[in-house]
């Protein structure tokens, strides 16, 4: 638990104290760049952060709808009979061609 606060004390410690660079004029001008490249460096890794994982659901995305392409593609050659008829027909013609006499 936080200790009870004392009237008549600055109730916000120093390193909680919220300054606007732009304003305060105690800032140089090197500690307001310092400043601007560690929020810059922060708004980045929050970028690539989400973006990492956009990019992942899209990666998985894609291979989930390959994938599926690709099954979908296999069940339905299996059930084409196509090539069972034109193994008959040829077994067929062979045989009709062992009974005709050849000149």
């Known amino acids: 638990m936080a200790a009870p606060r004392e009237p008549g004390r600055d109730s916000e410690a120093a390193f909680a104290k919220r300054i606007d660079p732009a304003r305060d004029p105690e800032l140089s001008a090197e500690q307001r760049r310092v ?7 922060l708004r980045q890794r929050t ?3 989400r973006l990492r994982g956009r990019n992942a659901l899209t990666g998985l ?7 599926g392409i690709y099954g979908y593609t296999f069940y339905r050659i299996s059930q084409e009979r ?4 034109l193994e008959q027909e040829v077994e067929a013609a062979r045989a009709q061609a ?6």
């Open 35 to 41: 400043m601007q490249r560690a929020e810059e460096a």
């Open 47 to 49: 970028l690539h952060r």
């Open 61 to 67: 995305s894609i291979a989930a709808v390959a994938l």
């Open 82 to 85: 196509f090539l069972d008829e």
């Open 98 to 103: 062992a009974k005709t006499p050849v000149n």
